[in-house]
């Protein structure tokens, strides 16, 4: 996989970003990201080893985003299932027992939401889903890779298919080329598409099977949402230009091993990672907050049809 990107200064090719890039001021606001605060000021997931427990704990957890799966393994890593005490009482019949510990998650539509881990609730016995949680379903790519692609073009990426060898996965940047890209809004009661000027090229390899396609489109998309190219509008996503190329290699593979091996796919980013997995090295100065979030992302593109991006 690889992906365009502007000449590299010697500064860049160090291990921190260039002192005056997008890159570098991002990483300075630290402190107003939660996550990356945590990477930045403890060890907890700096090491390859915590590091890899992390990505394998969300990638198993897959009843929430990969953002909430990660606030859950902060404050509880040897959670199983979490639940409100709502849905325990509803759905299980199960309550909390009195020293149950409260788990902060973020909630949809909402601030946030208290959940407990089942190992804090008793009453009816377990159901299979709860009692194995981290079984596999699927390992196939379905209609996922044809939603993300509907959904990528609104932010004017066109992706085109074409035949390459097999060494050679696929590859995204921005283009000059004048043109559009229709979007499709809505599907019922009738087909609405939307034009949306173009502003990525994506190339695919039409010769990889459907599994090893969405892979490489979720690491490309990566590639995009973690800022690597920049951003057309920093509300969208932001603007992190001048990473090193390691730390956007490390952060696409982590955005792809999450979100391939959630669906049950074994994606080839984690032979790529496995080099850093070993007890005592160290993980690159990423951004956690932008991995979750775009793994977050990526599948919701896979699952849902998205609304319009609000323009500034």
């Known amino acids: 996989m690889t992906l365009w990107h502007p000449p590299i200064t010697a500064q860049q090719s160090q291990l921190f970003p260039e002192e005056d890039s997008p890159a570098a001021r991002w990483g300075m606001d630290a402190g107003k990201r939660a996550l990356d605060e945590l990477f930045s000021l403890t060890s907890q997931y700096r090491s390859g080893d915590t590091y890899h427990n992390l990505l394998k704990f969300v990638s198993r957890f897959r009843r929430y985003a ?6 859950v393994h902060i404050q509880k890593p040897g959670s199983r299932f979490v639940a409100p005490p709502s849905r325990w009482m509803k759905q299980y019949g199960r309550t909390i027992k009195p020293d149950g ?6 909630q949809p539509m909402g601030p946030v939401m208290f959940v407990f881990d089942v190992s804090d609730t008793e009453g009816d016995p377990l159901p299979p889903e709860v009692e194995n949680p981290f079984e596999v379903h699927g390992g196939k790519v379905g209609g996922e890779l044809q939603r993300t692609i ?40 009738a087909e609405v598409y939307l034009d949306v000027p173009l502003r990525y090229e994506m190339l695919l390899n039409k010769n990889h099977a459907p599994e090893s396609q969405y892979a ?14 920049g951003t057309p509008n920093e509300r969208w996503w932001p603007n992190r230009r001048g990473l090193t190329l390691n730390v956007q290699e490390f952060e696409a593979e982590s955005v792809a091993y999450l979100v391939c091996r959630r669906r049950g796919i074994d994606p080839k980013s984690e032979e790529y990672l496995s080099g ?11 951004s956690l907050e932008c991995v979750m979030k775009v793994a977050g992302l ?14 500034p």
Do not use: W
């Open 101 to 106: 510990q409260p788990m902060v998650i973020l």
């Open 150 to 189: 509907e959904n990528a073009c609104r932010d004017g990426i066109r992706i085109t298919k074409v035949s390459h060898g097999s060494q050679r996965a696929g590859s995204i940047g921005p283009t000059s080329a004048k043109g559009q890209v229709r979007f499709l809004t809505r599907t019922r009661p």
């Open 216 to 229: 490489t489109l979720v690491h490309e998309l990566a590639h995009l949402y973690c800022g690597h190219l």
């Open 298 to 311: 990526i599948e919701s593109m896979g699952r849902d049809r998205l609304k319009v991006r609000k323009k």
């Open 276 to 286: 850093y997995m070993d007890e005592g090295k160290e993980v690159p100065p990423i």
């Open 66 to 71: 990969p953002y909430n799966a990660m606030l």
